[in-house]
């Protein structure tokens, strides 16, 4: 195998082999910069779930035939796959949901259900998805919770100028530990540290995190923390929620049903272990096996590689597009491309976004418009909605360069 | 691919330029109806004072959207200025089907197919619009169909104005 990583930098002709969207001839080429909604899959991913279906399908962990056996075996490699790729202790600590969205869901309904009385504090980010806000404003409204928001700086950063005082009396603290908008990273050790010093729990929203940088769970500090598949080369339908196995095991299930039992009597029920006492029904197997070969090509790309690829394409992005249109093109977010993902949230020449990717998309380039699911912060920033444009491991310059003289063209048709 | 020339017509861009009944009306006595586009964080407000005779007498569009949203209000409230209740409701219809009946045609790539059913992604039925009804300049907004999801940007400020009637 040729190599895929050339004086410590990714080498996207390479990497874009492997990824069969490419192979499709268009007129005018792809240039898909909307990683941050979802990513494309490699050919490892589709073959992974393409096999299993032809070969070894067999609902997991039922079965004593061999064939049931093999896809049990499959399915659970791949959590161990997951586990050992975000540092878990185990793979007792990783459950597969839907997606992040279910992950935080499950956060709110178990752990909070069992563990938050009416007056209580959670404390979230403006920066946060609708997914790590609305399933605490519903148990908010439910349980009658107070909410608390940690506010942002005018540069895009998380306000942690008073966390004591935000933090002091929270139960949970919720927050997103790379915005999807402002490609922020946010100080999650640093606000877990004093989140757990103010004796709260800790939720962190990694969909944005890790697809992109090596994934500590230890080192974040975080109690629990949620991703989804399909931003990181996996398919759609499969989700992650990590947790500390103590805190599991002290939750009471979320979804009832099959799988998540030992035992079922007529007046009662006891729950499976960990990680299946939170996996009711069937699965979604070929999903997660697809998961963990998408885990399996990040390994062999490097979270360190994918790292340094992106934030050299930001900077890039970054330069070239203040070169070109200076004032007139404003990039949401922290400046510094170090502090931030490869995602660029941006408004032009106030031209609406939705116009803009209407018009870029002519030139073959992909890009987000809209609110992103983060309404609050939208308003925060005063801006109905944004474009965004978002990098992963199969973008290059000229992609970068492609967007910025598609631009051109929303000025032709929009400035008057 | 269709071309972005049967999007922006010129008609289209002119009301973005010069959005007509901009501003906002007293309420009471006038109404105020607000609407939303999830996907796009459009939003759209519409004041709108109907006469004794149950006419508009006045409309006044204010929020904030994309070209296609904002002409479409525009073109909207030069159009029912004047019209009695049934009048605006006939119109609605008439822009509904023109917003339907053509995306019915429509595959994902925007080019036709034969298809039978279709719809704004309201969830209603195919509207049947009175032949009688003129659209006027509003007709130059059938190129949005073969966008299929601009349509709701398209339809945003009828759906409001359904809202305040």
């Not at chain 1, 064939?67 to 793979?91: D, H, L, N, P, Y």
Request: hydrophobic residues 40%.
């Amino acid at each position: 195998m040729a190599a895929l990583i050339v004086d410590d930098v990714l080498d996207v002709t390479r990497v874009r082999a492997d990824f069969p969207v490419y192979d499709r001839r268009r007129e005018p080429p792809l240039v898909f910069l909307d990683s941050a909604a979802s990513s494309h899959k490699p050919r490892a991913v589709l073959d992974a779930m393409d096999d299993y279906y032809r070969t070894t399908h067999a609902n997991v962990h039922r079965g004593v035939y061999a064939m049931a056996e093999e896809a049990t075996a499959r399915f659970e490699a791949a959590r161990a796959k997951v586990a050992r790729f975000i540092g878990a202790a185990s793979s007792r600590e990783v459950l597969f949901t839907k997606n992040a969205t279910e992950s935080l869901n499950l956060v709110a309904h178990s752990w909070g259900r069992a563990n938050l009385r009416r007056g209580d504090v959670v404390v979230l980010t403006e920066m946060e998805h609708h997914a790590n806000l609305v399933p605490w404003l519903l148990l908010a409204d439910q349980l009658d919770l107070r909410l608390r928001y940690l506010g942002i700086t005018d540069d895009g950063l998380l306000d942690t100028s008073d966390l004591e005082t935000a933090l002091d009396g929270a139960r949970l603290v919720g927050l997103t530990a790379m915005s999807n908008v402002l490609g922020t990273l946010t100080p999650v050790r640093q606000v877990a540290d004093a989140a757990h010093a103010a004796g709260a729990v800790v939720v962190v929203d990694a969909s944005q995190y890790v697809p992109h940088l090596v994934t500590d769970v230890a080192a974040l500090g975080a109690d629990f923390l949620a991703f989804t598949g399909h931003k990181m080369l996996g398919p759609t339908g499969i989700g992650v929620l990590w947790g500390r196995e103590a805190l599991l095991e002290a939750m009471p299930p979320f979804l009832g049903g099959g799988e998540m039992i030992s035992d079922v009597r007529l007046d009662g029920f006891t729950c499976n272990e960990l990680p299946w006492k939170f996996e009711a029904g069937t699965p979604p197997i070929a999903e997660a096996i697809g998961l963990g070969a998408a885990v399996g090509e990040l390994e062999r790309y490097g979270m360190e590689a994918v790292r340094a690829h992106e934030v050299a394409l930001t900077s890039y992005a970054l330069r070239t597009l203040a070169g070109r249109y200076g004032d007139e093109l404003v990039v949401h977010g922290p400046a510094d491309p170090c502090g931030r993902g490869g995602v660029l949230s941006f408004s032009f020449r106030g031209i609406h976004p939705h116009d803009i990717s209407q018009v870029l998309d002519q030139a073959g380039v992909c890009v987000r418009a809209g609110h992103h699911c983060a309404k609050p912060l939208m308003r925060r920033l005063g801006v109905g909605a944004t474009a965004r444009a978002s990098f992963y491991v199969y973008n290059d310059e000229a992609d970068v360069d492609a967007l910025a003289d598609a631009l051109d063209s929303c000025s032709e048709l929009f400035c008057f | 691919m269709a071309g972005l020339e049967d999007l922006y017509r010129e008609i289209i861009l002119d009301h973005y330029r010069n959005p007509r009944n901009r501003g906002e009306l007293d309420c009471p006595p006038a109404r105020r109806a607000e609407g939303f586009n999830p996907l796009c964080g459009d939003e759209i407000v519409i004041y709108l004072d109907l006469d004794d005779d149950g006419r508009v007498a006045d409309l006044k569009i204010s929020g904030q959207g994309c070209s296609i949203s904002q002409s479409s209000a525009s073109m909207m409230s030069q159009a029912v200025k004047g019209c009695t209740v049934e009048e605006v409701r006939a119109l609605n219809t008439a822009f509904k089907a023109l917003m339907t009946i053509h995306e019915s045609r429509l595959d994902g790539n925007g080019n036709e197919i034969g298809g039978e059913t279709g719809g704004d992604g309201s969830g209603t039925d195919t509207p049947v619009p009175d032949p009688r009804v003129s659209l006027g300049d509003l007709a130059a907004l059938q190129g949005v169909v073969k966008f299929p999801v601009r349509i709701k940007c398209a339809t945003l400020a009828w759906n409001t104005l359904t809202q305040a009637l």
